[in-house]
């Protein structure tokens, strides 16, 4: 649809709507009795006044959002639309017939509502179990040579921006641990080529970054990495675009970005957070138990001295800020789990 489809709506409609209006002011003026003329011309420029600006509205624009919506559809879900529609007709078909045998008006009116019925419930059930009609229908397909049982039936993961040019999520996926098909929506690929051609040097670095990770990922023979062009046109924010995207589809979101997680969690989309994952994976350590780190600089409290161990975790230790640059055994006397991490308050 283009804006020509727009303009020659309005002119159709103008003119079924203008010529309409002059049979009924024809029709209104005969029934008063008085001449014919005014109302005509009255009802007709009426009549194409509605049909320019409203027949858009209804016509060419409710099927732009259709045809939208229909892009922007898991295929999964369409084929559950399709096929409870066809159930819907049959079971009315079937529950018709004892329908027709009832007097009138109810053998006219009942097969009808009988047949509303059975293609919205054919609709509503075939879509809440759309994931299980995949499986099914998954089942029928033949497997083509070179392709493993596992690679019919797909399980989607959405890559947003951050996660991208973070760029850990390549090493993740070299250790085997993602079982998936890696998605990057069309407006994700646009948004990093608009950061890597930023003026800002910092911008365009890591947009720069993101863009080689994305071809270090799709170069990798063990990850499936895809490049998707659905698209969800209600909303404009990438980060909206991606929770909707992630709900029609019913997959997960990667992401580092804080903002995007609760949000996404809001809306009841899985999120796999690369932070959190970090901060999982990183070695657990309990009171009393002993460490070795440098001390590199101040704490926030008077005497307090602060190191890092290998994976970054900040050790805050106690009456050791006299005691900067040098390597101190220490005992671990509490651990702290924070949104930034993971900290550990020790003393020498």
Known sequence: MTLSSDFFSRIIGALGLGVGGGYLGDFIAGSLKTAPEPYIVVFALLGVLTGLILTPYVTVRPMRGLRLRLISMPPERLAAIVVGLFLGLVGAALFSLPLALLPAPFR??????AAVIFCYLGVLILTMRQHDLKSFMANFRPIAQGESVTEVEEDFILLDTSVIIDGRIHDISTTGFLRGVLLIPSFVLQE?????????PMRRNRG?????VLRMLQEEANIVTRITDMD????????SKLVSLARHLHCPIMTTDYNLNRVAEIQGVTVLNVNDLANSVKAAYLPGEELRVKIIQEGRESGQGVGYLEDGTMVVVEDAQRLLERTLDVTVT??????????IFAKP
Do not use: F
């Not at 006219?108 to 509502?113: A, C, N, Q, S």
């Not at 969800?232 to 980060?239: C, G, K, L, N, P």
């Open 108 to 113: 006219h009116i009942l097969p009808l509502v």
């Open 192 to 200: 990093l080529q608009y950061i890597a051609d930023s003026a800002d």
């Open 208 to 212: 720069r970054r993101g863009l080689e």
């Open 232 to 239: 969800v046109s209600e909303v404009r924010e990438v980060d």
């Open 334 to 343: 509490k651990v702290l789990q924070t949104s930034a991490g993971r900290m």
